[in-house]
């Protein structure tokens, strides 16, 4: 990928001559190419046609009354709704069957800071508490939104596990049918969370950036016709679900801007899309502008973005990914120079741990905080100590940690069990020495 411009805020900024759009989706009035810029009616496109670029979602957002925006959001539903003024989304979309995530909450993590050494505030922003478990079902409701808005009958996506599950949920509450892809090798409780929900689940044999190639294909081929694939041709509407995590975060921090944030990294959509949210809630005057870093983090076993990071390069070079984090198994992410450039214009950067030291992580925060986390917490639980330790993470700011997923999602990764097996007696108890 060429060198990224940095347009910055300009992008929300609508054009004068503004190509229609045939569907109406709130404040959203366009696709804009993040590379060239241009500009695209919305649709289920998710490349440019002029530079093949990423596409994007472009406002026409609610400036002018800050206060009463905020008296708004304040007002409306638990759930990422709240922010539906700022969502590609109808205005009547928290009327509509739909899973409601979001507004997950912030928890002050006093003890995991005091092992960690951190004094300037640290907090795990938990998505465990989605309605499918994972952060996966914010994204998913927005792109269920384009999906109705397009006309697409059936749901789809390529998936490490977390987001087939989602969207089968989210396709039958919607009414729509669903047809998921994932690699052969997931997580039991993945592979059950992805077909209880009774649309077809397909098994590709390879990994998912094969199931991804496979995916990409469909969509050009009849097979494909009617299907909204989740995280391809309805990309760009999908993306934009991972800003809600940005506005809660600052809204539950008393609107403030963190100073530190720690995002995992698989496709880096989600990093991408809150450093967008962040940039957003600047220019609408609901937060102070001031600075804050963005943190990538990383698998060592699929780490092609924190390698790139760390050799100063503009390119991700791809990797056969082999780790326990099998939801950030990606190795060839599609965001990937765009978390590079996040990392380095924001004073963050990005790391990776290994598998020993990811459960090392689970069982830190399951410890500290009683969060059990799915491997992808314990990814940025893990890099989030590396970087302290390292002394590029600064432990005297107010520091938020992403917590992805349930632990329970992935319980093979951790090995624990009983601190004694007894007879049902006293004696027996006693004798194990654990009272007192
Ligand atoms: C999908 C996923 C992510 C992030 O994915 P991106 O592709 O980088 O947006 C993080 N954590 C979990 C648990 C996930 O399932």
Known sequence: MRKMRRKGLASMAVQATEPTSAVSLGPAVALSCRECGRRFPLGPIF??????????????LPTGDPEGLKKRIEAGPANIWRYAPLLPVPADVADKPNLNPGFTKLVQADRLAAELGVTGGLYVKDDSGNPTHSFKDRVVAIAVEAARAFGFTTLSCSSTGNLAGAVGAAARRAGLKSCVFI???????????????????VAIDG??????????ELIGDPLG????????????????????????????????LPDQIVIPVASGSQLTKIDKGLKELIALGLVE?????????????????????KAGHEVVRPQKPNTIAKSLAIGNPADGPY?????????????DVTDPQIVEAIELLARTEGIFAETAGGVTVGVT?????????????????????????????????????????LDAFRAAGLAG
């Open 183 to 201: 690699p052969h090798d997931l997580e039991p409780g993945k592979v059950v969370m992805a077909a209880v929900y009774g649309g077809d689940l």
């Open 47 to 60: 490349a440019c046609q002029e530079c093949f670029g990423p596409v994007e979602v472009a406002y026409d």
């Open 385 to 425: 100590k590396k970087l302290i330790e390292n002394g590029v993470l600064d432990p005297s700011l107010t520091t938020v940690v992403l917590n992805t997923g349930d632990g329970l999602k992935t319980l093979d990764a951790v090995a624990d069990g009983p601190t004694a097996t007894i007879r049902p007696d």
């Open 225 to 256: 016709e009617g299907w909204g694939f989740v995280n391809v041709n309805l990309r760009p509407y999908y993306g934009e679900g991972s800003k809600t995590l940005a506005y809660e975060i600052c809204e539950q921090l008393g609107w403030r």
């Open 207 to 216: 990994n998912y950036d094969d199931v991804n190639r496979f995916c990409s």
């Open 339 to 351: 978390v590079l450039d996040i990392a380095r214009r924001t004073g963050g950067a990005v790391e």
């Open 289 to 309: 502008d001031r600075p804050y870093r963005i943190f990538g983090a990383q698998a060592e076993g699929c780490s092609p973005v924190s390698a790139a990071f």
